[in-house]
């Protein structure tokens, strides 16, 4: 748990972010003292700081809180190996889905064409480019066949709390993982609509037109006894999905 450097909070729906202050507080109880991002609506770090002041309880890190909005994709964080951006979605209240993306990996040089053609630093970078490299003897080490393609980036989206909305769609166009809320069945349609939900086959239409890899349904209403119903629904729009349960664990292949 104290390897979480970063929370983003999709809206303010109590199901949705009150675990936030449990969480919190347990960090500090760990002995946590590196810096915390948050991202979540603009009211939520005042919420953060009115529950710790009425508890006169002290913080041992850094909260570095960002706002989200939702009007446009944001990036809310990159690094050298991830980014992390935010999407509107259509809910009751601001609500934004996430989107963390795997960067580009470079191509890595096949070993035994190092130890074999001797290769020096400067042809290793010149390959890892992607380019040929002309030697002094007259031959030519193809990029093609001394280098391994890198494996495909990949992609999480997260969409929830919304109701069906094409855009979401366009947002996260070829993500490997799509978690779609299906909170209703496709029977319930005009409450989905009425509160701002989705129902499975929504969801599961969502996940066909971005052309995603793998979707994972959930926030399934309480009045269902499980998922089953809501699954089959999704699978027949959009065959590889699943339904999300807790401690779940998916994981997200490289593809080639
Ligand atoms: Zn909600």
Redesign the pocket.
């Known amino acids: 748990m104290m390897r979480i450097d970063h929370i983003a909070i999709s809206?303010l729906?109590g199901?949705?972010y009150l675990g936030l202050f449990g969480l919190l507080s347990t960090f500090s109880l760990l002995g946590r003292t590196r810096a915390l991002n948050l991202y979540g609506p603009p009211e939520l770090e005042a919420l953060v700081l009115a529950h710790e002041k009425a508890g006169e309880s002290v913080r041992g890190y850094p909260l570095n809180f960002k706002a989200t909005q939702t009007e446009t994709p944001e990036l809310l964080f990159e690094d050298g190996s991830v980014s992390l951006e935010s999407f509107p979605v259509r809910?009751?209240?601001p609500?934004t889905g996430f989107l963390l993306r795997e960067k580009p990996k470079e191509p890595g040089v096949k070993r035994e064409w190092i130890r074999d053609w001797n290769l020096s630093l400067t042809e290793i970078l010149a390959l890892k480019r992607g380019e040929d490299v002309d030697r002094p003897d007259g031959t030519t080490i193809l990029f093609s066949k001394a280098c391994h393609r890198p494996p495909e980036p990949r992609s999480y989206a997260f969409a929830a709390?919304t109701r069906y909305w094409e855009k979401v769609a366009e947002w996260v166009q070829g993500v490997s993982l799509l978690y779609h809320e299906a909170t209703f069945d496709a029977a319930m349609k005009d409450r989905a609509v009425k509160t701002?939900h989705s129902t499975a086959v929504q969801a599961a239409r969502i996940a066909a037109q971005a052309k995603v890899r793998q979707l994972v349904i959930g926030h399934v209403s309480a009045r269902y006894e499980n998922a089953d119903a809501l699954l089959e629904e999704a699978q027949e729009v959009f065959p590889n999905t699943v339904a999300a349960c807790d401690g779940l664990v998916l994981e997200v292949p490289a593809a080639c």
Do not use: A, S
Request: hydrophobic letters at 10%.
């Open positions: 809206h729906h199901d949705h809910h009751r209240i609500t709390d701002y």
